[in-house]
T-cell receptor
Framework: GAVVSQHPSWVICKSGTSVKIECRSLDFQATTMFWYRQFPKQSLMLMATSNEGSKATYEQGVEKDKFLINHASLTLSTLTVTSAHPEDSSFYIC?????????????FGDGTRLSIL | SQQGEEDPQALSIQEGENATMNCSYKTSINNLQWYRQNSGRGLVHLILIRSNEREKHSGRLRVTLDTSKKSSSLLITASRAADTASYFCATDDTGGGNKLTFGTGTQLKVEL
């Protein structure tokens, strides 16, 4: 149980393109989803917290107009990288938690490798 | 938020040996979690230990937590080549709203 599907797994596109990444919880309802960015051989850095039906909360230094997050349902959150540039190339990973009490693990998607030419 | 630190950064052992990874953090926590990441993939949750727990076991995994020293360790016993991966600790900080702060990670290589 607790499967999170992330799509696409790999994107290569030209500079200036906007790219949308989807994160779906397949067998549970996710009240909260998280978006992370990971550079090669480094740890995960939290970009934003997404709660269903409300605006995302962005971490300090993350441009909300650059990284648009939508969490329209309990099973889907999307991250759109707008007007992507080479410096946006990275590995983006989403995770989801069920509602209720704390002390729960996060369930991760398999990540999206974004390469901007 | 400040990342926790893990040591060693890299660890290479022979199959059958035990692997120990350590994690230090800076804040008050609700719990500490360990995750595994295979190259180019997402993270897999291994074990969660609450702040009022001192030790927890799951199969070949043993996790300890010392909140007075703000440190945790992950022991993998009788390692296998399939255990080769990066291992991250992550803290659920008090008042953090279920957000996780990840450590720097340990790259484990288990050789045949």
């Amino acid at each position: 149980g607790a499967v999170v599907s992330q799509h696409p797994s790999w994107v290569i596109c030209k500079s200036g393109t906007s790219v949308k990444i989807e994160c779906r919880s397949l067998d549970f309802q996710a009240t909260t989803m998280f978006w992370y960015r990971q550079f090669p051989k480094q740890s995960l850095m939290l970009m934003a917290t997404s709660n269903e039906g409300s605006k995302a909360t962005y971490e300090q230094g993350v441009e909300k107009d650059k990284f648009l997050i939508n969490h329209a349902s309990l099973t889907l959150s999307t991250l759109t990288v707008t007007s992507a540039h080479p410096e946006d190339s990275s590995f983006y990973i989403c995770s989801a938690v069920t509602g209720g009490a704390g002390n729960q693990p996060q369930h991760f998607g398999d990540g999206t490798r974004l390469s901007i030419l | 938020s400040q990342q926790g630190e893990e040591d060693p950064q890299a660890l290479s052992i022979q199959e059958g040996e035990n692997a120990t990874m350590n994690c230090s953090y800076k804040t008050s926590i609700n719990n500490l979690q360990w995750y595994r990441q295979n190259s180019g993939r997402g993270l897999v949750h291994l074990i969660l230990i609450r702040s009022n727990e001192r030790e927890k076991h799951s199969g070949r995994l043993r996790v300890t937590l010392d909140t007075s020293k703000k440190s945790s360790s992950l022991l993998i016993t009788a390692s296998r080549a399939a255990d080769t991966a990066s291992y991250f600790c992550a803290t659920d900080d008090t008042g953090g709203g279920n957000k996780l702060t990840f450590g720097t990670g340990t790259q484990l290589k288990v050789e045949l």
